[in-house]
């Protein structure tokens, strides 16, 4: 079955830092080029980062860079993403979602996303 | 930066057609994809490429796309269809890549 399952998210202080991960299984997770989008409690959705397939293209949000860090590890059909300096703005349910080819395919948009997980930057 | 704009609500009756608006300066040279999401649950890509249905989403739903309005048509709208949609395109512009709108919450009477 073709899925994305995120893990990692929790209550952490501001200032802290947490990383998430995404467990991919039933595609060839190399192929596809993976994002991360938030939704801020009771909000829309807020594109966060993208990653080429093979991890050499990264892309961010004003609002997260040099904060964020996307991965990739392809051995282990696994997207990373860690936070640093949170911040109570950060808090929101964190989605991964895959692309439906690589980066330089041209196809922008997201055909598989994951249930989420919930980050609490709270003290 | 590239600024999406979409009604906060629309409201129809069962059986009638629901038409949701994404408003951006010459929306219509870009690619427009749109995504259903209902409470508690991940969104879901139910247009892509302005008209595009992937597999497994009813013929109901379809896209178009021209000068500065993308919309999306829910033709013969069921109690099912309620849920929050957003439009979405890929803006290289500035780095923002991608752009979501602020999202419309369809409400079926």
């Known amino acids: 079955e073709v899925q994305l399952l995120e893990s990692g998210g929790g209550l952490v202080q501001p200032g802290g830092s947490l990383r998430l991960s995404c467990a991919a299984s039933?595609?060839?997770?190399?192929?596809?080029?993976m994002t991360w989008v938030r939704q801020a409690p009771g909000k829309g959705l807020e594109w966060v980062s993208t990653?080429?397939?093979?991890?050499?293209?990264?892309y961010y949000a004003d609002a997260v860079k040099g904060r964020f860090t996307i991965s990739r590890d392809n051995s282990k059909n696994t997207l990373y993403l860690q936070m640093k300096s949170l911040r109570a703005e950060d808090t929101a349910v964190y989605y991964c979602?895959?692309?439906?080819?690589?980066?330089?395919?041209?196809?922008?948009?997201?055909?598989?996303w994951g249930r989420g997980t919930l980050v609490t930057v709270s003290s | 930066s590239y600024v999406l704009t979409q009604p906060p609500s629309v409201s129809v009756a069962p059986g009638k057609t629901a038409r949701i608006t994404c408003g951006g300066n010459?929306?219509?040279?870009?690619?427009v994809h749109w995504y259903q999401q209902k409470p508690g649950q991940a969104p879901v890509l139910v247009i892509y490429?302005?008209?595009d249905r992937p597999s497994g989403i009813p013929e109901r739903f379809s896209g178009s796309n021209s000068g500065n309005t993308a919309t999306l048509t829910i033709s013969r709208v069921e109690a099912g269809d309620e849920a929050d949609y957003y439009c979405?395109?890929?803006?290289?512009?500035?780095?923002?890549?991608?752009?979501f709108g602020g999202g419309t919450k369809l409400t079926v009477l």
């Open positions: 010459n929306i219509g040279s870009k690619s």
């Open positions: 039933g595609f060839t997770f190399s192929n596809y080029a």
């Open positions: 490429y302005d008209s």
């Open positions: 979602a895959k692309l439906p080819g690589d980066f330089w395919s041209g196809s922008r948009y997201f055909d598989l």
């Open positions: 979405q395109v890929w803006d290289s512009s500035n780095d923002h890549l991608v752009v």
């Open positions: 990653i080429s397939g093979g991890g050499g293209g990264t």
